[in-house]
């Protein structure tokens, strides 16, 4: 019961980040029609995962209850129609989420022996509730309801947060036995093991992988809004309909040749063009499947006979370092151009990751 308990808490936290991070998206959106701006928004939440910031559980976690609260002061009215604070609450969750996840994930795997399979179901599955909330709640109480959501969804690992300080600061006090603390120590030393991210290097295919998810993500909002004449509701289902292909192709298993996964997200992309309403909603589902499809062929591709965790890890960190430059690029691109030119661009830029993904692949020594 404790353990499920412990994987419902850890799952409410991510449904909360996420939940704030495409509220704020819409919020900002309507605040400010500049391509540009709207960029800095993903490029804010992406940075901190390439800053070699400390790891600590309690200093994250109040920082990611100072951004919400900063959220919500401005959905209440506070800070007036001004961009900079909730991109000031988005940089503030953003560092809040890198302090305190990793950290987090390693004391329960190895202090309460949570498996950490049990961990990423869970962390999938709060994200795809804070996607579907954001959808649900915009309709009943706007921005408003839906920050005092992602405040009340982030408490419950209030508790969790304070029995790690008090057993971090038992142990500092020389309290209980040696035998205890060395097992406790080696356990946690394993759990670190298997999830601390690798010495730091890039994959030039999860680099490229992320220019083109963050270019097209980074102005998704802004294109549902003035493109589509859409809602946050909308927004947030074709968020949640992306989760849900994501979460799909790991269950199914689906390979396929490289090429064509970028192939038929281009396609995807331009039929959304001429279907409307759900159908629209509906195609973001087989275009996350693919985008993970791509994921999980560049992941075993990082370094074939080396630790699939690692992989990971070094994609994690190509990707985002690929995705702060997309999302940047081409919102300055929309910017100079407008946003409906942007598309074109988006889908010349699929078609030719088709091309060039492989060849980098097939280059690896």
Not at 130 to 156: C, E, N
């Amino acid at each position: 019961m404790q353990r499920r308990l412990l994987t419902l808490a850890w799952s409410s936290g991510q449904a909360s980040g996420t939940l704030a991070i495409g509220a704020t998206a819409w919020l900002l959106s309507g605040l400010t029609p500049s391509p540009l701006v709207n960029g800095v928004l993903p490029a804010l939440a992406t940075l901190p995962l390439l800053l070699p910031l400390p790891q600590r559980i309690r200093p994250g976690y109040l920082l990611q209850l100072l951004s919400l609260l900063l959220l919500l002061a401005v959905a209440a009215g506070g800070p007036g129609t001004s961009v900079l604070a909730p991109l000031l609450g988005i940089a503030l969750l953003a560092v809040g989420l890198r302090l305190a996840q990793d950290p987090l994930q390693r004391r329960l795997h190895g202090h309460w022996g949570v498996p950490i399979g049990e961990l990423r179901a869970g962390a999938e599955a709060g994200r795809l509730a804070g996607s579907l909330l954001t959808a649900l709640l915009f309709p009943i109480g706007k921005a408003l309801l839906q920050f005092g959501s992602a405040l009340v969804l982030l408490l419950p690992l209030a508790p969790l947060v304070g029995a790690l300080r008090a057993s971090g600061h038992r142990m500092e006090q020389g309290q209980g036995d040696a035998a205890a603390a060395t097992t406790a120590a080696a356990t946690t030393a394993a759990a670190t093991a298997e999830v601390e991210p690798p010495p730091w290097r890039l994959e030039p295919g999860g680099v490229l992988q992320g220019l083109l998810l963050g270019g097209l993500f980074a102005l998704l909002p802004l294109w549902v809004r003035q493109q589509a004449a859409g809602s946050c509701f909308d927004f947030g289902l074709l968020l949640t309909a992306y989760g849900l292909g994501r979460t799909g192709a790991e269950a199914w298993g689906l390979r396929l040749p490289p090429r064509l996964p970028y192939l038929l997200m281009a396609a995807l992309l331009l039929a959304t063009q001429f279907v409307g309403g759900w159908g629209a909603v509906l195609l973001f589902v087989p275009f996350g499947l693919l985008a993970a499809v791509a994921d999980a062929r560049l992941a075993l591709g990082v370094d074939p006979a080396g630790d699939l965790q690692q992989n990971w890890s070094v994609l994690e960190r190509s990707s985002a370092l690929g995705g702060l430059a997309g999302s940047l690029g081409m919102g300055l691109i929309a910017q100079l151009i407008g946003l409906g030119g942007s598309l074109p661009i988006q889908l010349a830029a699929f078609l030719g990751a088709g091309v060039l993904l492989p060849l980098l692949q097939r280059r690896r020594p």
